[in-house]
């Protein structure tokens, strides 16, 4: 059979396409993969994190922020009563949360879960205290510990030793115990309003002063206020920072991982009102645009 030159050539090409496609699924299936194996030593390595689309499409993880833990004063706001919760109340919230079988994680479980699809305990919940408020040691840290709970502590490097705060000695016990320390600036200063300076005073510094403390890395850092600026997020990465969190507004869209969200857990709350919180706060439908 006569075999035309112009039939060999397109017979070529056909070859060099399906070769080329081939590569292309197996790239594209190796980047899709959450752990890939070393084919000589057989060890799990962490492919490449997921992009800021597959992270919010994610199914969140619950975060509570407490502040301070103590009863009312006469003095106190009406609004005060969302950022300080009555001993009793988180009590009772603390027990809630164990009888309906939820389960503690901390920030580097949550990392692995947003960044590479890690599983996580059923039923998980991060939970977190800002501000360096001493009831935190006392009365958080000792109910978190009656149901095998672990925590994690933003701390304000300023108010460290301080009256009605924790000293160091307390926030390395804290550590110590399984539960994480984490950055919440020197004095609690915008993150918005930084200026150059900053980035040392509200930031290095901070970190400094907590990983002597500690002995470990600090790698988590929460907004006071929940503010956040969304063109000085990559710094934070560029300054240690693995991930970052702020309160209930929207996270940014391209940077998910460095605006996690937290709600707060009102004093006012019951155990059940904080239940219903949970399942509508962190369960809304994900409705992200196509990217084409
Ligand atoms: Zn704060």
Known sequence: MKTYPHSLFLFFLLFLFACHSDSKQQLAKTAKDTLIH?????????????????????????????????????????????????????????????????????PDQLYDYLNYG???????????????????????????????????????????????????????????????IASHTWNHKNFAQFTDQDWEIQIDKPTQTLEKITGKKVEYFAYPYGVFKAANLHKLKEHGFKAAFILSTPMDEANPIYTIRRIIDPGRYTAKNLYNSLQKSFNKKKIVTPVS
């Open 38 to 106: 070393d084919a000589q030593s057989t060890v799990p390595v962490k492919s490449l994190p997921a992009d800021a689309k597959t992270i919010i499409l994610r199914k969140e993880v619950p975060v509570l922020c407490y502040h301070q833990i103590r009863d009312w004063k006469a003095s106190d706001s009406q609004r005060a009563h969302d950022d300080i919760i009555p001993p009793a109340n988180f009590r009772d919230h603390m027990k809630m949360l164990a009888d309906s079988g939820y389960h503690t994680i901390l």
């Open 118 to 180: 890690t599983k996580l305990p059923s039923k998980p919940i991060m939970i977190s205290f800002d501000d360096t408020d001493l009831d935190q040691y006392t009365v958080g840290a000792s109910e978190l510990k009656k149901h095998g709970f672990k925590g994690v502590f933003f701390i304000m490097t300023v108010s460290i030793g301080r009256p009605r705060y924790m000293s160091k000695a307390q926030i390395k016990e804290l550590s110590d115990d399984g539960h994480v």
